[in-house]
């Protein structure tokens, strides 16, 4: 079985795995109740490597999986690594010469370790005294007042001393360095030469700190013109000299500690989130949106979002775009836009869904004297019956009353069955699952729930329900469409919706989405992958301000207002027996089908374990069909003559081209990093909150210093106060609780780890912990939604590239 196939044969027997970077997976453990997948996966050199952070052995996983030992080896041979021939090996000893152990290197480039025990050459370095390489010339060199060079290679060292220079290195390679290491520098003038590569620099720094105040002098020397990866014997080959060296160490300024050198702190996830492309939309919608984001200073996508919802609102039930036969997608969209308090989300709001509100307010004054009519001729009746109910009621006449009561059921029935006109609404906010399928009844099945907050989602999650259960029906079957919506509890006919379109534009702050991350029901029922995300950079703190604010271009409000108004007049396609409508047929030509299969095509392999949307399948599952209905939207948009207010006479009968479709197609690759990012909010990894709070208890420990609560040392905490500071938490109940997290935290720049001997025997003493100065608030390690103010320019926040006609009016925004 090949190496790929025994790994893909291994995660298939694992439930809710999720991809955590290169040949890295977290899993449930099949071994006990897991709910917060434990069991770390990775493809090691020669087998499948795993862990059970809950402490489950590897027998017990194994045995759950119903596999063998055998199974997770790559070789022929389970068990044995690949044998290799050695080709060299570097010989460590002590001050006086006498071996201490040694490195091997084999064929494969890989390093062995061997002890000198009793004569005998053992494997590994147990119970050894580890020392610098070349012990006895670094001593000598320090004696000289000589430069000692610090390299990352026995095979670097070795080649500096073929130049006449003193080189050494640590065993094991970086990150290895121990505190004796420094001990032995002590009085030293030290040149660091690193390796080109993040690992080597991150190695060269965590010495100098160790070495700063104990060596004489320290310098840090980045050979020019190396290659990723290379290092000092690279150099040399590539025709570096003594002399050279020697003159790039006396240019190259000492080594200070100090903020700038310890490297920024890396983000928990980071994700790639650029502003929409603008030029997605139709021009008289695009040239909106932008004059709209640059005159109120609010981010660009929040806009098209929101155009995006109220061409969704206008359009809802009046059109499908067909597929194939037998599958359709309806009109109706969701978007969700997150942004933070300050944003200026309620005056976007307003301007974008003014001409739907104006045109509802115009129907409803039309409705009017109709209705008003229909109740008063109601009330009459009502009159009347009341009436004759009296006169029966006195009735002596047996034939007399029976004939009053024929009457008063007619009158009854009449009452019943007359139909009173409803004041259209097309726009609905804080209301109950309940009564939204009555609005939908209403009007002719659609509505659209348009709020600058987040309100809907606590009502779905149950707000006003009798036992404040969360109740999905409704809300799934509307933005489905095609299923009807029946509910016998709604006034004495009951509520039926024979095709319920419900259209959403919401923008709501980080926080509400992550309250929803203990209603694990929205997840599970689907309701978040039903919605289009947008979480862009917040502006706020960078905006232009004064008369750097460009005015709100009439010309572009009066289009964006007429061209909406226009598809708000168009009808469907006709309407049943019932009154229902009936909605339009929209076609996608050969060419449109093209792109959006290939599209499908690579957003079904994303789906995959290997892809990026594997961990949010419920919301990429749902893409091509969402940008489907975007493409109906811009199709019929594009139709428009926003000038004249009007819609093309054919604007349902042409099909939607390639270009249209290759527009919806680019919003829909845009969208998915916005969606991972705010998948983040709602499903955080068990691994990346347990690092967060153990940094936030490292910063508390450094807090109690200044307070004199605990020993002041104001570079480092010691592991085992750290092990106390985080009593209490029940994934840390031994030291070695710590090591996954304090790991992650040293990966992401946020610490150092500094290990220590004792001298003698006996046990080592607990790791010290320092802390990156720059890490210097608890802000600096909120999550990644919480939005970087720095001094980033708000150009490309709010707009991408602009024009401007001759005016300084702006007319057109491009990607």
Sequence with gaps: MTEEKKLQNFLAKLDKVKKKGPDQWQARCPAH????????????????????????????????????????????????????????????????????????????????QKRYENGKWKWGLKGVRTVLYKLEEVKEAINNNDVVYLVEGEKDADNLHKIGLTGTCNPLGAGKWKPGYTETLKGARVVILPDNDKPGKKHARNIAKELHGKAKLVKILELPGLDKKEDVSDWLDKGGTKEKLLQLVKDCPEWKPGINNWPDPLPFNNFDVKPIPVNILPNWLSDFAINLAEFTQTPIDMSIMLIISALGTALANKGVVQIRKGYTEPLNIWTCTVLPAGNRKSPVFKKIMKPILDYEERKREEIEPERRHALKEKSILEDQLKQKEKIAGNAKDQAKRKQIMQEIFNLD??????????????????????????????????????????????????????????????????????????????????????????????????????DLKEKKAFKGEGILGRFL??????????????????????????????????????????????????????????????????????????????????????????????????????????????????????????????????????????????????????????????????????????EMEKAEELPKDKDTLDKSILMELCKGKKEIKRPDDLKEPLKLLAELNYITIVERETEGRGRNPSPLIKLNPKVHSINSIKKDTEYNKSNKSNKSNITPEIKKDENGVIIEGMI
């Excluded at 009564?435 to 729930?449: F, P, Q, S, T, V």
């Excluded at 933005?479 to 509520?495: N, S, V, Y």
């Excluded at 749902?622 to 940008?627: A, E, H, S, Y």
């Design 33 to 112: 109740e897991d709910k917060v997948e434990s069991l770390s996966v990775s493809r090691g050199d020669n087998k499948i490597n795993f862990h059970c952070h809950a402490g489950c052995s590897g027998k017990d996983i194994l045995r759950a999986m119903g596999l063998n030992w055998s199974d997770i080896y790559f070789d022929d041979e389970p068990g044995k690594k690949k044998k290799s021939k050695v080709v060299k090996e570097y010989i460590y000893r002590d001050e006086n010469g006498r071996p201490l152990h040694k490195t091997l290197r084999t064929a494969n480039k890989d390093f062995l």
């Design 413 to 514: 029935d009449e009452i019943q069955e007359m139909e009173i006109p409803t004041l259209p609404r097309l726009v609905a906010s804080d209301v109950t699952t309940e009564k939204l399928a009555k609005l939908m009844e209403d009007n002719n099945g659609r509505i659209a729930i348009l709020s600058p907050e987040g309100d809907i989602f606590k009502l779905m999650a149950g707000r006003y329900s009798k036992n404040g259960a969360a109740n999905f029906d409704n809300y799934k079957k509307a933005w489905t469409g095609g299923e009807p919506i029946r509910d016998d509890r709604m006034a004495r006919k009951g509520t039926y919706v024979k095709n319920p379109a419900l259209t959403q534009g919401l923008t709501v702050q980080p926080v509400i989405l992550e």
């Design 533 to 702: 995300y947008a979480i862009p950079e917040s502006p706020v703190g960078s905006r232009k301000v004064g008369n750097e604010v460009p005015e709100l271009s009439d010309i572009a409000v009066m289009r964006y207002q007429k061209g909406l108004s226009a598809l708000l007049h168009t009808r469907p396609a006709g309407e049943n027996k019932n009154g229902e409508w009936e909605p339009h047929i929209i076609k996608l030509s050969p060419e449109a089908l093209e792109v959006r299969y290939e599209f499908e095509r690579d957003i079904e392999k994303e789906l995959g374990p290997e892809g990026k949307l594997h961990n949010i399948a419920d919301w990429g599952s749902k893409l091509v069909g969402n940008i489907t209905r975007v493409a109906g939207l811009l199709h019929i948009a594009g139709q428009t003559d926003a000038q004249k207010g009007q819609a093309t006479r054919d604007i349902w009968n042409k099909p939607i081209g390639p270009e249209t479709m290759k527009k919806a197609v680019k919003l829909g690759y845009s969208l998915i990093e916005h969606a991972l990012k705010v998948y983040d909010l709602l499903d955080t990894d068990p691994e990346i909150e347990l690092a967060r709070y153990v940094l936030k208890r490292i910063m508390r420990g450094k």
